[in-house]
């Protein structure tokens, strides 16, 4: 293209133009980047704020700019300390509880973890005595009470009309029927709105009505009694903990493998309120069985009870194996879906040095057979093979090798399985073992969500010679890019100071960070 002409166009200064040999004309406009820029919005000098009460701390941002640390100081800005690390700096706002601190020469400021900017209060704002304790109590109800059948809920020292009650977070009206919750704890709140306030009361009490049908049901997906690879022998330990007030009686039935486990083995039991029960070799101890697998019910009117599983095998020397929790409704999806309507396992790998097994357990209607979806999606989203699997009602099963039998002969790491069922009114649970192909070692992989704090990490000797690490695995299920900072907290002390490592995952992407300590936070021994 030969330009003969160049202008600028006089009321715009942004916007050139350029004409060529042939006649004709082209435009550029300029436009400049938006100055990052952070303020702090609130509070911003003036203002009191009680000790203990929760106030919103607020800000602007103009650009791109990082997450923040939110800092107070209440000596007139000579020193500051960390409220709180890694805010989304796109948050509406920071909610906090305003510490015992009084003082009348307060700032705030907030600032780039990732960057130069920072801007504190305006002008001092105070933290002032805390407001006096709620006066009114409930007058029918005690903390620790045992209730049963229709409950008045009433409160003394205030006008009644201003006081709004919940249970468990729900609303409720003044007249309680507990037969139409489910045995144990529940805790009941009391709210009275003030002008300035809201004076809150609460008591934790247990619901108990001895002749409630059975409706809480926990789900262990798998149990063993039973030999495997290299001459391993699974057995599995069940442990039943009561934290409740009232005594539970529960039922356990065993749901063998790949079998309409309706039908299945049951026994029955009572467990004393505060008080734990652990039966070992539960399939034989308990059920009679010599060799078998497959999933464990239980069934409860008191929601109070937790299981707990230990599948275990001998080996090198001592004992190893992998522990598994009960699902529960929060671990299990259905035809309506989770929130994001299936699961995901993150972390899959199958090559010369691991392999994956997947395990699916029905937990819908005992009378109905439900077919899974199972997809293997590689770490850039990518869909390698799907298949269905049909689990008979109450039943599971375990797919052995997962990889391999979707038809994928490729090595394979930093892989997910999404897991969905489109059976009308079914729901299932799920989880997989990634298992050292050297000394058959499991490690638990379960289904997504995650929580937002990983309680342990490790780059550190144990007894024996033994070292271990961590390898942690993040997906992406949404349909936008993902900023993540991970923060490490060390132990014993106050990990807010931590290192912090950020990176981005697109949508659908799944990653593994091998020995995440040294590979992110540069960390020999953490």
Known sequence: MNLTSLAVD????????????????????????????????????????????EQTIRWTYTGEISDLTIELSTDNGATFAPIATLVLQDANGYRWTVPNSVSSACYIRIKENAGTLSDTTNAVFSIAEALPPPSFSFRSLLPDSI?????????SGIDPSRVFFS?????????????????????????????????????????????????????LP???????????????????????????PF???????????????????????????????????????ENDYGAIHLATNNWDLTLQGQ????????????????????????????????????????????????????????SMPLDVQVSLVAGNNQILASKIYKLMPFGMTQVTRVVRELGISLDIAAARLDLLTLTSG?????????????????????????????????????AEGAFYTTALSLFNRSTIENRVALQFLGHDGDGRAGPIHRLSLAPGASVVLSDVLKSLFDLESA
């Open 10 to 53: 006089p009321s715009d200064h942004n916007t050139m133009y350029l004409g060529t040999a042939n006649n004709g004309v082209y435009s550029i406009t300029f436009t400049k980047p938006i100055a990052s820029s952070l303020r702090v919005g609130s509070p911003n000098g003036g203002e009191s704020w009680p000790a203990g009460t």
């Open 147 to 155: 209730v049963s059948g229709t409950v008045n809920l009433e409160v």
């Open 167 to 219: 249970i468990d977070g729900t609303n409720q009206g003044r007249v309680w029927d507990t037969t139409l919750f489910v045995n144990g704890l529940h805790r009941i709140i009391a709210v009275a709105f003030e002008l300035t306030r809201a004076l809150q009361v609460e008591a934790v009490v247990s619901v108990n009505n001895p002749n409630r049908p059975a409706q809480i049901t926990r789900i």
């Open 222 to 248: 798998s149990s063993a009694r039973a030999g495997g690879l290299g001459g391993a022998f699974y057995t599995t330990d069940v442990t039943i903990a009561h934290h409740g007030r009232v005594d539970a």
């Open 251 to 289: 039922s356990l039935q065993f749901a063998a493998h790949d079998f309409d486990g309706s039908q299945g083995p049951t026994r029955t039991f009572n467990l004393a309120a505060g008080k734990m029960l652990t039966f070992y070799d539960v399939l034989k101890s308990v059920f009679g069985l």
């Open 311 to 366: 599948t275990s095998t001998p080996g090198a020397g001592g004992i190893f194996g992998q522990s598994v929790s009960a699902l529960g409704s929060r671990n299990i999806t259905s035809s309506m879906g989770n929130v994001f309507g299936k699961l995901s396992i993150a972390g899959v790998r199958e090559d010369a040095s691991f392999r994956t097994n997947l395990i699916l357990a029905n937990a819908g209607n005992s």
């Open 426 to 462: 079914g729901a299932f649970g799920a989880y997989a073992s990634l298992i050292d192909n050297g000394t058959n070692d499991p490690r638990t992989l379960l289904p997504s969500p995650v929580p937002e704090l990983i309680p342990s990490t490790a780059r550190f000797p144990g």
